[in-house]
Nanobody, 123 residues
Framework: QVQLVESGGGLVQAGGSLRLSCAAS????????MGWFRQAPGKEREFVGA????????SYADSVKGRFTLSRDNAKSTVYLQMNSLKPEDTAVYSC????????????????WGQGTQVTVSS
């Protein structure tokens, strides 16, 4: 399995931007599809977006399309989530996940998860 560590969370005003990073260690990063999920207090974890091993394919939740952008740098074993036009409803703990199987990843069944980073958007 791959070990994942997120960073980049914080407090931002509505309309602002943040960039989250997820650094991986362990087995070859380029073998993994990578994804981001979030969980707000009292709510279930939800899918945010996913990016394929090469970075050519991406998928986003409808709630973040046009505002969030995924990218990855396989040389640095890091995946990024650029979040623009943030809204208070984006407030959550954001976690990255990894899986060699796309469907396993987007369905939230990955065996590799980071510890999460808090994003708080004030109104």
């Amino acid at each position: 399995q791959v070990q994942l560590v997120e960073s980049g969370g914080g407090l931002v005003q509505a309309g602002g931007s943040l960039r989250l990073s997820c650094a991986a260690s362990g087995r070859a990063f380029s073998m993994y599809n990578m994804g981001w999920f979030r969980q707000a207090p009292g709510k279930e974890r939800e899918f945010v977006g996913a990016i394929s091993q090469s970075g050519e394919s991406k998928s986003y939740a409808d709630s973040v399309k046009g505002r969030f952008t995924l990218s990855r740098d396989n040389a640095k074993s890091t995946v990024y989530l650029q979040m623009n036009s943030l809204k208070p409803e984006d407030t959550a703990v954001y976690s990255c996940a990894a899986s060699m199987i796309w469907s396993t990843l987007v369905n939230g069944h990955s065996g590799s998860w980071g510890q999460g980073t808090q994003v708080t958007v004030s109104s």
